[in-house]
């Protein structure tokens, strides 16, 4: 408490000073920064702790007193407000600061993430579908029609369009509930510029806090409501019918038949959805095969020995390792838990996909039932139509708007929804004629769909009798007996002859694609290259585990063009320390074994940094007096003396073990965040290397300047999202001028920012609503594109369905050991083709050392585990062949802006 108000207190002189000489502002400003920004970490829990709050609004206005033009100290306030979810004041702070400088790119993408988080990315493409907003609209319309003196109620009402629909038909009464107050703002201006204001009541609630009379006069006639993931049950549309049936609906009463062929609807109560249908297909499919495991048990020259990695993407709070019925390698930190499914669309994933059995109905949800009952687990037997590998079981359903309006998220259908993806925990292989066995499941918020068995159907060709074998999958909740999946997912052993060879050679084949090109290695080769994998070098033998890793850091690990060619650049760097060793000085061999000692001794527990445990010594990583490894080591590498290797890469990285596996004398592991550390640790243990390696988190402002420095810093700059990790640029700068010598070593060394324009109105659909004809007139386009960003990420141009306008060019060319921290380039292009460009997509070609490129580009290897990034323009731009364009490139705050400037103006 003290040092809180010390720093306050010192933050108070820099404000008084600048109060009493406003010319010294520019003197103390990089001061001021820093202690506004020490106080403004130590801020935490602003929206629950109103004395807090008030401290802040204090401190901000006080600033604000002094700096009022200052954009960094606005996007400081900005980003304060972003981590503390107070949105409004965020915006107001960060729109104010590009008010002042609209160069201001942290800003930019600060606000970029303000409106992703108020405004859902899903509310653009859906209102742009207009297949679903008609289908609405007609049992809507059927509904109000047939329904005496219809009162409606909208559960998750959103920017309001069912409602307004409802109200356009002529119900009675009409009331709009959300949750989002962003949204219940909206759809208030929304409704009045449609002038349906008086017509439609919006409830700022949960729908499950309302209740009669308190929140409606009486109970509704028809609920509405579409709050369904990809998954049907994600969102919770059992529960919330469930409540709207016993609290808000009039009671259920049956229809009155008034003469053969007419059905009169009852007075009482009505949903839509009333039903839904659920389908599934087993399917074959690369991409999601790359996102659920681990291709190889080798990556790299890096061995994972027996361990097992499933791609996932939720993290658990509360869960350990010592948690026994959950699957996970935290100690100490967030863990990860198991996903069920994840979201694709089917008809745009790269490498496409094929079904490998019929679609088949798996269960049948009834909301028109007060009861809202859940289905029966269902057990179902899927044919084998062709050979392949099973990935994943695609599901989709039907939503039954009413008895003869449905909509499909079917991935055959032109619809906003993706499908619902199920991965097979271990590689399959199945033949035509075999049997799949299934169990579809759920609970009120969660759809569960897993393949139990296989059923191989065995026999001579021309005979007609044929024997039968069933065999079990490992269940993800429990073991089964006798499970029958080796590490490949097969059971080679239980198979006749004929049936082991044949999987054999096809899931060398599936699970290594190309590797017999690409390493130039035999068959023979590559099956002993796969048995030493599994041989210990260290001679540990870890026990077996399943672990949940990210599926993007999945997908790094099985970009094999990506981690040979950071192995091919580490092994070539440290060759070059060890050609260069001799000419050292023992002066530097001091200074660097200074630095291993504090790396070791440091206690890493700054407000940022990440405590890994005790301080680990010297002496437990191996290191002797002269600062070499003298614990055993089987590498195969010879040693390079005094070469110290810094990992800056973040997440699952194995650069820091490669560096040791290739010779390096000390590796810095000081990025990875404690989810993973448990792993890496046990990689560095299987592959020999744990006396090399060290884990702590390395806070880089806490070293003093006068230590020693690094030989090679290895980092992995570009985010699998397309565009430079946050930060980066910063401590790339921070460590050439404090901590790198004349001839350390940057890993990527050069950065090239290429672009090209592009047409892509499937893009633009995703980022704004297109006018008023897909909300079928209702002039709601002005009010959600005021959310819309420019700065469209995760982009995946190998899919888009898109159209290059230009060739592309080069904006950016960076030196990162000398780049500095902000840089800018301007360039002519000529139009190539006519059309109108709807953004400026980009990517990065990385130098890592020497003549060793990797690229993020669309299209460079089928693998590739990036996407790119586009910058949208506000309107498209109509364009001619042979057209001149000027486009400026802006790195600033390892943030990048790409515009095209005409006239000196900006489209």
Partial sequence: ??????????????????????????EIREDFLGALSRVLDELGG????????????????????????????????????????????????LQAALEVNPDCLSAKENLRTVFERVVDRWHFLMLNDITRNSAYDQAIQSAVARIPRCKVLDIGSGTGILSMMAARQGADEVYACELSETMVTMSRDILAANGLQDDVTVIHALSSELCVPRDLPERVSLVVMEIVDAGLLGEGIIPTMRHAWRELLLPKQPDVAVSTNQIQPSAGGHVIPCSATVYAMVIECPEIRRQSRLLSQEVAGISFGSQQLEGSCKAAEGKSLSDTSFLSFNVGGPALTKEPYTCERLSQIRGGFR???????????DFDNPEVPLPPESRLRLPVQCD???????????????????????PSWDISWEQALFPVPRLMEVQRRDSLQLLASCSDTLLNVELEGIESLVGSIGDC???????????????????????????????????????????IESV???????????????????????????????????????????????????????????????QVMRETSSASSSEDSELEEGMMQMMLDQPGESSNAVNFGDPVSSQGLGITDSGMDSGDDDSGSEDCADCIVLDMARGLSLFGLLAAKEGADFVQIARTSATYKFLLEELAEWNGIKNKVSFRYLELSQIPAAQPMWDIVVCDIVS??????????????????????????????????????????????????????????????????????SHFIDVDLYTLPHEVLTESFQLLSLDLKTAPVKEEAVVKIQVKSAGTITGIAYWFNLQLHGDVVVTTAPRACPESHWHQAVFLLPEDLAVQRGQTLEIRGLLQDSCIDILIVNRQSSY
Wanted: proline fraction near 5%; charged fraction near 20%; hydrophobic fraction near 40%.
């Fill in 1 to 26: 408490m003290a040092d809180s108000r010390h720093r306050r207190d010192i933050l108070e002189s820099l404000l008084q000073a600048a109060r009493q000489r406003p010319s010294c502002k520019a």
């Fill in 465 to 507: 009798s044929l024997s039968s074998k069933t065999e079990a999958f490992p269940s993800d909740t429990g073991e089964r007996d006798q499970p029958l999946m080796d590490v490949e997912g097969i059971d080679k052993t239980a198979l006749p002859l004929e049936r082991k060879q044949l999987i054999a050679e096809r899931s």
């Fill in 46 to 93: 602003l929206a629950e702790d109103s004395t807090t709050l008030q401290i802040f609004y204090e401190i901000a206005h006080a600033v604000l007193k002094c700096f009022a033009c200052d954009e960094t100290v606005l996007a400081m306030l900005g980003v304060k407000c972003l981590d503390e979810a107070m949105y409004q004041q965020a915006r107001h702070f």
């Fill in 720 to 789: 699998p999202q397309g565009v430079l990790r946050s930060g980066v640029f910063e401590e790339l700068a921070f460590l050439s001028s404090h901590h790198l010598h004349s001839e350390s070593v940057l890993i990527p060394s050069h950065l090239v920012l290429q672009a090209t324009c592009l047409s892509s109105p499937a893009l633009r659909a995703q980022a704004s609503l297109l006018g008023s004809i897909p909300t079928l007139g209702f002039d709601i386009a002005p009010f959600l594109n005021h959310y819309q960003v």
């Fill in 512 to 574: 290594l694609p190309n590797q017999d090109d690409r390493n130039g290695k035999g068959q023979a080769e590559m099956e002993l290259a796969e048995t030493a994998a599994s041989v210990p070098p260290s001679g540990y033998y870890p026990p077996s585990k399943n672990y949940f890793v990210e599926r993007g850091e999945l997908s790094r690990l099985n970009d094999g063009v990506f981690m040979e060619a950071y192995a091919k650049a580490l092994a070539e760097a440290l």
């Fill in 355 to 365: 079904a490998l059995t019929q679609s088949q109905q798996v269960l049948k949800f």
């Fill in 388 to 410: 392949g590998m099973v990935d994943a079981v695609a599901v989709w359903f039907q939503l039954h708007l009413d008895s003869e309006v449905s909509i499909s998220t079917a």
